[in-house]
């Protein structure tokens, strides 16, 4: 008689914990991933790393079609490889794929996505886009880049008179590339500082696509931490004392230039 007594007390509190079970961990059923490779556990995919060029995709995609899926470690990725699915990913759902995908080392140099590469879509990005749209890209700025155009003419006139012979296209248009990227960056006709800039800037490149095992597993982050950190810091130090040189001559010569035409108006 007592158990039955005590049955309806211990059926509520069997029935609350249950209901907290389920609100904290709800048994929703995951939709499922688009076709792909299988892979390997806890690895996935990543012995096949070496064959995702774009002509490695294109094969998977006549196996798989035009949405298939890939395991990266923990990372899920998904290759779109048909007119129709890039159409409703870059140009119906643009919004909801507008983000880009950011490793450790890119959220470390661009202090958090502070950035309009690597910003995620939202107020942010739309300010840094407004900035950029007027002040950067306006027809008044664009009326100043006349040594920019220089840059291109002489480019031109370099491929021109070598007609005939071999010519390294691409170290042309890297050191093309280079001198417009500097002068629009610093606003500066000189020359001056162009291989320290473009030697930071391939640092940067290349801790942006350096392999980390923390960005595949992150419980193996510690593992080679201390060295990646270190070069990870050496380089934004790197570019930060290189952009405080450049503002404090910019200070400097609007101060001389300023005293300048004082003076001239004070005779």
């Not at 299988?38 to 012995?47: A, E, L, S, T, V």
């Not at 960056?185 to 923390?214: D, H, P, R, T």
Request: positive net charge; glycine residues 6%.
């Amino acid at each position: 008689m007592d158990s039955l007594q005590f049955s309806p007390v211990l059926f509520t509190l069997v029935s609350l914990f249950v209901s907290i079970i389920i609100l904290l961990f709800p048994f929703r059923k995951k939709l499922p991933y688009p076709p792909g490779p299988k892979g390997c556990p806890i690895i996935g995919n990543m012995g096949m790393m070496d064959q995702l060029t774009h002509r490695g995709l294109a094969r998977l995609s006549k196996q798989y079609g035009g949405l298939l899926h890939l395991q990266m470690g923990g990372l899920h990725v998904v290759a779109v490889s048909t007119p129709e699915t890039a159409r409703e990913v870059l140009h119906v759902q643009d919004i909801v794929f507008a983000n880009r995908p950011a490793n450790l080392a890119i959220v470390y140099l661009t202090y958090d996505r502070a950035d309009m590469a690597f910003a995620n879509y939202g107020p942010f990005w739309r300010q840094t886009r407004k900035i950029c749209a007027m002040k950067l890209f306006s027809r008044k700025r664009a009326e100043s880049w006349a040594s920019v155009r220089d840059e291109v003419e002489s480019t031109s006139r370099q491929v021109l008179e070598k007609t005939g012979e071999p010519v390294n296209i691409g170290e042309l248009v890297f050191a093309l590339t280079r001198s417009i990227t500097y002068k629009a960056a610093f606003g500066s006709s000189s020359n001056e500082g162009q291989e320290e800039f473009m030697a930071i800037l391939q640092e940067f490149s290349k801790l942006f696509g350096a392999f980390n095992v923390a960005d595949f597993f992150p419980w193996l982050g510690w593992i080679h931490a201390r060295d990646f950190k270190r070069r990870l810091a050496r380089s934004r130090n790197s570019l930060d004392g290189f952009i405080d040189t450049i503002i404090d001559e910019h200070i400097i010569t609007r101060k001389k230039t300023r005293e300048s035409l004082d003076s001239k108006d004070e005779k």
